[in-house]
């Protein structure tokens, strides 16, 4: 079934733990048109609290959003937080397509940490593995209890979900060139929690999630300059990773964060290498994390792969006018983008 038409507009809807993007596109031609866009912050625990009260807080917020955009479809693609969704590659050997399902639950039930009963499923066919000639399969499995969250959410600010998927494979379809088959890793960094993928032909082939984010930067700054969470973000953004200012105070306070993150990109790496792939030459940064000062540059220089800041712009036309700020705001959209790139069901 065809899920756009000649002039089908979606949202794609990016509610994380603590801010909900939204990007709506009209899918015309071979590039979709922006239509608009807009977010808003909320407080860190709003989404996953049970509170009245911080219901009231989320629903409103959202409310906002739209109106504040003046988006004109309520259909939308959503996603889902890779930190709370279950995803991996699977090996399932060759047999009748009738079958195959049943092979795949089988399969799933020694991966999937928690009963299938408990659990949405999906999968899709990705390819066959050269070594085992067994046909390779992405499995994805959500908690009921979260995909029930996020559909009363959208029913209670009137929104009909098209399609729901984790926020990786949206940023591959807003952040990596589908004519570039070379591996590549996406590293995402949110508010609270950071995510590594390592995309080749276009397919996810490994996902990780870290405890910690942009925040968690700005909490470390704040605490070793004794100033306040506000003050510290400013310094944040003003300074960054630059050693040159603030005596290198700023640095210093950031780096053992950083180092981490170094840590685990190259972990990716070592175990996308045991699989005998191809040598991954190119990082891109997303999330509103990915605009800290000087990040490009020391990950260039730690890790000597050509990192650069995504643009997820690239496959959609837009105003002139809108270029310098869109492209400033780029990295923190480019889920939402990638959601409102999706073109089948």
Do not use: C
């Amino acid at each position: 079934m065809i899920f756009f038409g000649k002039k089908k507009r979606v949202l794609g809807f990016d509610l994380s733990k603590n801010s909900v993007k939204v990007v709506e596109l009209e899918h015309s031609g071979e590039k979709p048109n922006l239509v608009t866009y807009g977010g808003l912050e909320f407080p860190g625990t709003t989404l996953e609290s049970d509170n009245v009260r911080n219901q009231e807080i989320l629903i409103k917020t959202i409310q906002e959003v739209l109106e504040r955009a003046r988006v004109t479809t309520r259909e939308i693609v959503g996603s889902l937080p890779p930190q709370h969704v279950f995803s991996s590659i699977l090996l399932i050997p060759k047999v009748q397509e009738k079958e195959l399902s049943e092979a795949i639950r089988w399969e799933a039930k020694q991966y999937v940490p928690v009963p299938l009963e408990e659990v949405v499923m999906d999968w899709q066919k990705i390819g066959e593995d050269e070594k085992s000639k067994k046909i390779k399969v992405y499995l994805v499995a959500a908690p009921q209890k979260l995909v029930q969250r996020y559909l009363d959410i959208y029913r209670a600010v009137n929104l009909t979900p098209l399609a729901l998927e984790t926020e990786p494979l949206a940023l591959i379809r807003s952040l990596v060139s589908p004519d570039n088959p070379s591996p590549v890793i996406i590293v995402d960094i949110g508010a609270y929690e950071t995510n590594i993928s390592v995309v080749e032909n276009h397919v996810l082939q490994l996902s990780r999630t870290i405890t910690s984010g942009s925040e968690t930067i700005t909490k470390a700054i704040a605490s070793n300059l004794g100033v306040t969470n506000e003050r510290a973000e400013q310094f944040k953004k003003d300074f960054g990773l630059k050693r040159e200012k603030l005596e290198g105070q700023i640095l210093k306070s950031v780096q053992p964060m950083i180092n981490i993150l170094l840590t685990e990109i190259k972990r990716s790496i070592e175990f996308y290498k045991k699989e005998g792939s191809a040598e991954i030459k190119e990082i891109i940064l997303s999330g509103g994390g990915a605009n800290l000062p000087g990040l490009v540059d020391y990950l260039n220089e730690n890790l000597g792969i050509k990192t650069d800041l995504g643009n997820p712009w690239l496959n959609v036309n837009y105003s002139a006018a809108l270029a310098e700020k869109i492209n400033e705001i780029g990295p923190a959209f480019a889920v939402a983008v990638g959601l409102a790139l999706r073109k089948a069901a």
